[in-house]
């Protein structure tokens, strides 16, 4: 079995959102008709949902998370990863209310300690209330300090440099096996992650604009980061508008290489 059809048949994944932390287009941009009549270039914020044979999970919750698990019709997860604390990644927490209610328990979430501390203070209501109405969001916050399971899926935090803070990126596995590194908000991947994914199926990487950033990849430092990574696909995520979908297909091409 080739890795493509592996990965296929064992992980669902679905991009939930692939924009930058103003989303595309943004408030007060100027856009020709032709970029906003093409639906793929209207991206909320970044998320990706999971699935396995026994559990599925998604990975940040944006602040459009309830209208990305609307439109993919997720009607509910085992768990939340959250990769770092900065709004774009964590303000549609709250909405994660519907899951609490329908599995009739509390919903664990995944971050990095001082991701956490960031979140129990956003969301202090959730997480420092003893006594909780029926239908509210009902945390079970869970710190990640290293490879832990979900179901039948590994995952392998690989903290990454995002300006002054740290980004956890994931590596999921099944039977051992790396299947997908999802790493965004990230300046660079650091050599020991690398070796860690090397021909890994699928990798996403940050790679938000053409031009350098100080604490994202540019499309030019992921495209050096794809070639050392060697995965068999790469996907860009955490794009501006500077991206037109249809014009830059190229560019997500010559990514995969
Ligand atoms: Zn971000």
């Given at each position: 079995m080739s890795d493509k059809e592996s990965i296929k048949q064992q992980l669902k994944v679905v991009f939930l959102g692939t924009g930058?932390?103003?989303?595309?287009?943004?408030?007060g941009g100027t856009y020709s008709a032709d970029y906003l009549a093409n639906?793929?270039?209207h991206r909320t914020r970044p998320s990706i949902y999971i699935e396995t044979s026994e559990v599925s999970i998604i990975v940040d919750t944006t602040p459009e998370m309830r209208i990305q698990v609307l439109r993919e019709g997720i009607?509910?997860?085992d768990a939340v990863l959250i990769t770092h604390a900065h709004a774009d990644h964590i303000?549609?927490?709250?909405?994660?209310r519907r899951f609490c209610h329908q599995s009739e328990k509390p919903l664990p979430i995944y971050a990095g300690a001082e991701s956490m501390k960031s979140i129990q203070r956003v969301f202090e209501y959730a997480f420092n209330t003893v006594h909780i109405p029926k239908g509210y969001f009902v945390p079970d916050p869970r710190i990640v300090d290293g490879p832990f399971h979900v179901g039948d899926l590994k995952i392998t935090p690989a903290p990454l440099p995002h300006g002054r803070m740290t980004s956890n990126g994931y590596i999921f596995s099944l039977d051992q096996k790396p299947l997908l590194a999802y790493l965004t908000d990230c300046k660079e991947v650091p050599e020991n992650i690398i070796h860690q994914i090397q021909d890994v199926p699928v990798a996403v990487l940050d790679a938000l604009r053409f031009k350098p950033h100080p604490t994202h990849m540019c499309y030019d430092e992921a495209l050096t980061t794809a070639r050392r990574i060697r995965a068999g696909q790469t996907w860009l995520t955490?794009?501006?508008?500077?991206?037109d979908h249809d014009l830059h297909q190229a560019v997500a091409y010559y990514a995969q290489q």
């Amino acid at each position: 079995m080739s890795d493509k059809e592996s990965i296929k048949q064992q992980l669902k994944v679905v991009f939930l959102g692939t924009g930058t932390s103003q989303g595309v287009p943004i408030i007060g941009g100027t856009y020709s008709a032709d970029y906003l009549a093409n639906p793929k270039n209207h991206r909320t914020r970044p998320s990706i949902y999971i699935e396995t044979s026994e559990v599925s999970i998604i990975v940040d919750t944006t602040p459009e998370m309830r209208i990305q698990v609307l439109r993919e019709g997720i009607a509910n997860v085992d768990a939340v990863l959250i990769t770092h604390a900065h709004a774009d990644h964590i303000m549609g927490m709250d909405d994660c209310r519907r899951f609490c209610h329908q599995s009739e328990k509390p919903l664990p979430i995944y971050a990095g300690a001082e991701s956490m501390k960031s979140i129990q203070r956003v969301f202090e209501y959730a997480f420092n209330t003893v006594h909780i109405p029926k239908g509210y969001f009902v945390p079970d916050p869970r710190i990640v300090d290293g490879p832990f399971h979900v179901g039948d899926l590994k995952i392998t935090p690989a903290p990454l440099p995002h300006g002054r803070m740290t980004s956890n990126g994931y590596i999921f596995s099944l039977d051992q096996k790396p299947l997908l590194a999802y790493l965004t908000d990230c300046k660079e991947v650091p050599e020991n992650i690398i070796h860690q994914i090397q021909d890994v199926p699928v990798a996403v990487l940050d790679a938000l604009r053409f031009k350098p950033h100080p604490t994202h990849m540019c499309y030019d430092e992921a495209l050096t980061t794809a070639r050392r990574i060697r995965a068999g696909q790469t996907w860009l995520t955490h794009l501006t508008h500077d991206y037109d979908h249809d014009l830059h297909q190229a560019v997500a091409y010559y990514a995969q290489q």
